[in-house]
């Protein structure tokens, strides 16, 4: 089992940033793909962003590429998601997860095993 824990959401306004954090004591974190999903009130959950293994492939949903910039820290087992010049419509609660197999072109939720419990994130204007 691997447990992921989220931090870093909050309520901001629009144009604000945050970053969120994904932190995981399993060092496997290190060795797999880790991605992000949201999942807005009434929605389902839906990708953001996701990073490889390795670092050096990452993949956007169209509506957040050039705003969020994902990124890891194998000393730290951590993965970071900066979001920047946030909007109402990324309100959400937002989640880590990680999978052995998944790729970072995995866009569906289903294939992914490992997920944190969700951090909130909320932007008005």
């Known amino acids: 089992q691997v447990q992921l824990e989220e931090s870093g959401g909050g309520s901001v306004q629009a144009g604000d940033s945050l970053r969120l954090s994904c932190r995981s004591p399993?060092?496997?974190?290190?060795?797999?793909?880790v991605a992000w999903f949201r999942q807005a009130p009434g929605k389902e959950r839906s990708f953001v962003a996701a990073i490889s293994w390795h670092g050096e492939y990452t993949h956007y949903q169209n509506s957040v590429e050039g705003r969020f910039t994902i990124s890891r820290d194998k000393v730290e087992s951590t993965v970071t998601l900066r979001m920047n010049n946030l909007k109402p419509e990324d309100t959400a609660v937002y989640y880590c997860?990680?999978?052995?197999?998944?790729?970072?072109?995995?866009?569906?939720?289903?294939?992914?095993?490992?997920w944190g419990q969700g951090t909130q994130v909320s932007v008005s204007l």
């Open positions: 399993a060092r496997s974190l290190n060795s797999w793909s």
């Open positions: 997860a990680t999978d052995p197999l998944a790729h970072v072109t995995t866009m569906t939720a289903e294939p992914w095993l490992y």
